[in-house]
């Protein structure tokens, strides 16, 4: 294993210095606005506070399949909140979710108009509204939950941990990348082995565990994340990659994928969503001038 300096903890942590890397400017130990920012709200029922990252993906594809389903209440505004230059420290943004992360969620169809925070929190709240993609049957639906919150524990692992040493660190940790890649990878194996018996995650039907493992893990078997597909040898899993694939041929998913995306080919970024007609006509490359 590659040398590295000896570090010992001090008794208590102090944040007296930089935390380094691409996050540093935007990482604080405390929680709250820094500022004052009131969040916009447009015409439909519901309204979005978002960025393209995995977990912001998650949500827009629900609402993209309630739309495809022919759910008109699901019509959405889907606002940019770009966390890097840390919009999501902006009083309105922290007052609908005071955890300062994406995505967040405020439905004004109510009498009183209810946030929602927390990516699996906002798919339930949606299968529930719509009754669709969560099963009600007792056993099926305990199976979809399971499924769900295995994402939402899993998470870490992949984009704090072996994201985070892998891709962002400021510096190489053999240890730390090696911990992570290996808890990935394992990550990997548990669904790959569920899909070699599944057609979707929580048995025969597509539903919003789905919706939420894609961004994820259909995000590292696809190459579209922290460029570690090489690395993590994703092609042995090829269960997830069927399934990946499969999803892939779903028009709803390819369009959630677009929303409130600040990265890639300027065609599949669609920064704000306020109409279905925005994908053809809203892109970066519609937007941006000609270099």
Not at 141 to 167: D, V
Request: with cysteine; glycine share 8%.
């Amino acid at each position: 294993m590659t040398e590295q300096s000896e570090y010992t903890p001090p008794k208590v942590w102090v944040w007296n210095k930089a935390s380094g890397g691409q996050f540093a400017s935007i990482n604080r130990p405390i929680a709250g606005a820094t500022h004052e920012k009131e969040l916009p709200v447009g015409r439909h029922p519901l309204q979005l506070y978002s960025q393209g990252t995995p977990n912001g993906v998650k949500v827009t594809i629900m609402l993209e399949e309630l739309l495809a389903l022919g759910h008109r209440g699901a019509e959405y505004d889907a606002w940019l909140i770009r966390i890097g230059n840390g919009d999501q420290f902006g009083s309105g943004f922290v007052a609908i979710n005071p955890n300062s992360k994406i995505p967040a969620l405020v439905d004004r169809s109510e009498p009183k108009p209810v946030r929602v925070f927390e990516s699996a929190a906002i798919l339930m709240y949606l299968a529930e509204k719509f009754g669709v993609f969560l099963p009600t049957e007792r056993a099926a639906r305990a199976e979809c939950l399971s499924w769900l919150f295995w994402q939402m524990g899993s998470t870490p692992y992949i984009g704090g941990g072996f994201g985070h040493f892998y891709a962002y660190a400021p510096t190489k940790i053999e240890y730390a990348i090696d911990r992570f890649a290996m808890e990935t990878k394992r990550l990997l194996d548990v669904l790959d082995r569920q899909l070699a018996q599944h057609k979707y995650v929580a048995g025969n039907d597509y539903t919003i565990a789905d919706m939420a493992i894609f961004p994820w893990y259909g995000g590292l078997v696809k190459g579209w994340s922290y460029n570690g597909a090489e690395f993590l040898s994703v092609h042995e899993y090829k269960h997830v990659n069927r399934w990946a694939d499969m999803l892939l041929e779903r028009a709803a998913v390819r369009r959630g994928r677009m929303v409130n995306r600040t990265s890639g080919e300027p065609s599949s970024q669609l920064h704000e969503r306020h109409d279905a007609g925005d994908f053809e006509t809203k892109t970066q490359d519609k937007l941006e001038p000609a270099s």
